[in-house]
Every structure is written in C-alpha cells, then in structure tokens.
C-alpha cells in the first residue's frame, strides 16, 4: 500500500492553481488504487510558524526550556513522522517573488533535522529520508528555459533541501505562463493535469 504525503503551501486559498493541481493529482491516485493512503497537510491555510530565538535551538537538538520551543519541538516531531512515513511525498509549491512561500521554507525548517533526517559523515552530509517526490510547480512567468531561467530560486532551493534529506528521485510538473492569458494558463494546466496522471500509474503501477 503507498502512503502519500501531500503538502500545500499556497496562501491563495480556493483560488489556488497548485492547489487544485495536488487535489486533482490525490484523485488520480485514488483512481489508480483505491488503497493509497493519503495524508494531506495544507501549510497555506494553516501555516508552520517561522522560527524564533526562542526556538530555533530546539529544532537544532537544545532541550525545550520554555513553552514554545516544547510546542516547536512537538510539532517537528509531528512534520518529520509525516515525512518519515511516506513512500511518496507530494508539494504544491507557487513561486513567490522567484522563490517559494515562506509557508513552505519554515516547514523545511521544522524537518530538516541533524540526526533525524540527515547526519553529518565522514564522507559529508548523509540524508535519513527515503521517499520520492513529485514537486507541482506553479508559476506566473516562463523560468524553465530563456532569460528568466536565471531568476529562479525556487526549483533549484527545493532540489536542494529535499536532496539534503536524502529525496532524491524527484519530478517536477511545472504549470508555466499562468499570467500570459486565459488560453495559456489553460493549456499550462491542462498539461499539468497530463503529466501527474502519467506520474500516478507509474508510481503505484511500481508499487504494486
């Protein structure tokens, strides 16, 4: 049975285009087996507060010596078990002034844990965390090719993080060019909604 983690991190609300894009990828997998597991947590309507002087030490291994560090570390524990049980992680993840919602990065903050999620080696940092994941991308310019490539810091930090934590098979579904009009955005996500369906029966074809 895969167990599938679904983070959303739009602040958008109902009018998000991510958003609507992991809702319709949740029944693609559900139609592919009806006995995935799915887990969903929508840091956008509900966000993951961004760490503090009075609690960023826990996060970092320190004892919780006040209320908020002990709430901190609790919810950490929480992030990182959903993280840690997952066979597939999914992340609806807008780009926001060229990089991701700061939702999203104080989330990465909470699990991004030294000798939880990755340990420092002789050989340098090793990752704990043994799933693939499924990154849906979405964005109101064109930053996969041409000029503004150069001005994307989101797909390149997300790399990054999910890699540091040992998430390394990642794909990445990019809705593109959703403020070029009506017909763009359209075309952009229809072909979203193609590809994630092609990524559903793969992964729990392989699953199976």
Do not use: C
């Not at 310019?141 to 994307?152: I, K, L, T």
């Not at 955005?185 to 092609?198: D, T, W």
Request: hydrophobic fraction near 50%; aromatic fraction near 6%; glycine fraction near 8%.
């Amino acid at each position: 049975m895969t167990k599938v983690l679904i983070i959303d991190s739009a602040a958008t609300g109902e009018a998000s285009v991510s958003r609507k894009l992991t809702a319709e990828f949740a029944e693609q997998l559900r139609k592919a087996d009806a006995g995935v597991r799915i887990t969903h947590r929508d840091i956008g309507a509900a966000p993951i507060p961004h760490l503090t002087a009075e609690t960023v030490g826990v996060i970092r291994g320190a004892e919780a010596e006040s209320d908020a560090a002990r709430s901190a570390a609790a919810l950490s524990d929480q992030l990182v078990a959903e993280v840690k049980n997952a066979d597939l992680i999914v992340i609806g993840a807008p780009m926001y002034n060229f990089g991701i919602s700061s939702t999203l990065k104080a989330w990465f903050d909470h699990i991004l844990r030294a000798g939880i999620t990755f340990r420092y080696t002789a050989e340098g940092p090793e990752g704990l965390v043994h799933a693939k994941a499924v990154v849906v991308e979405t964005r109101a310019g064109f930053y996969s090719d041409g000029p503004a490539a150069a001005m994307d810091g989101q797909e390149p930090h997300l790399r990054t993080m999910l890699g540091f934590m040992g998430v390394k098979d990642v794909t990445f579904v990019r809705a593109e060019k959703l403020a070029f009009g009506p017909d763009a955005a359209a075309a952009a996500v229809s072909e979203a909604i193609e590809q994630l369906g092609g990524i559903a029966e793969s992964e729990l074809a392989l699953a199976a």
